[in-house]
């Protein structure tokens, strides 16, 4: 069993306040999770306005195909969402059992 792990971290230019904020996030939250096999939530940076960060995670039996979803997820999260800008992001795939 392989788990994909990725950790996106988003800047918010535009947003204001963190009910702006929560917007944001839960239109790409729920984007991802419609369009990928991925649980995915914010993770860290709860208080800031401007700054999100998503932990996204993903079960397979092949760690190649657990770092192509996750690809995907984090292209299509820096590509997807206009009001968002992708700062960073990390992937790690974990090899249990």
Same mark, same amino acid.
Request: with cysteine.
């Given at each position: ?8 971290? &988003?800047? $918010? ?11 944001? *996030?839960? !239109?790409? %939250? ?23 960060? &998503?932990? $996204? ?11 192509? *979803?996750? !690809?995907? %997820? ?24």
């Amino acid at each position: 069993m392989v788990i994909g792990a990725c950790r996106v971290v &988003l800047f $918010i230019p535009e947003n204001q306040s963190l009910k702006g904020k929560r917007h944001v *996030v839960k !239109s790409i %939250v729920q984007r991802v999770k419609n369009k990928f096999n991925v649980s995915i939530a914010e993770v860290d940076e709860l208080d800031l306005w401007q700054k999100a960060t &998503l932990g $996204i995670s993903y079960v397979s039996n092949d760690p190649q195909h657990a770092n192509e *979803v996750l !690809s995907k %997820v984090v292209e299509f999260v820096e590509t997807s969402h206009s009001e968002a800008e992708m700062n960073d992001y990390e992937i790690e795939i974990v090899n249990v059992f």
